[in-house]
């Protein structure tokens, strides 16, 4: 089983988004859950995470436009996506986060596409 993300598409720029990733088995496994992100031509980068606790943290790209939430009896986290810009366009990732390394099990990801 894999983490299995959805609720990507195509919206105008200021419009939002909202995605969705179930995970296989006990997030509380995790010390928290990420968002990541890859656009064309470009290594994949971190965005959001939230820790067991809920503590929230954002990259400065994102800070005041994506929210990230938990639903931990339903192994979920949610990354809200508002203000959306044509640079926030990439495939949208999300992964069990241990201690500091860099994850190294993803889901096929979430397409996000912003038009101008």
């Known amino acids: 089983a894999q983490l299995v993300e959805s609720g990507g598409g195509l919206v105008q720029a200021g419009g939002s988004l909202r995605l969705s990733c179930v995970a296989p088995?006990?997030?509380?496994?995790?010390?928290?859950m990420g968002w990541y992100r890859q656009a064309p031509g470009k290594q994949r980068e971190w965005a959001a995470d939230?820790?067991?606790?809920?503590?929230?943290r954002f990259a400065d790209s994102v800070r005041g436009r994506f929210t990230i939430s938990r639903d931990n009896a339903k192994n979920t986290v949610y990354l809200q996506m508002n203000s959306l810009k044509p640079e926030d366009t990439a495939v949208y990732y999300c992964?069990?986060?241990?201690?500091?390394?860099?994850?190294?099990?993803w889901g096929q990801g979430t397409q996000v596409t912003v038009s101008s």
């Open positions: 992964a069990l986060i241990f201690g500091t390394t860099w994850p190294t099990s």
């Open positions: 939230i820790n067991s606790g809920r503590r929230t």
């Open positions: 088995g006990n997030i509380f496994s995790a010390d928290a």
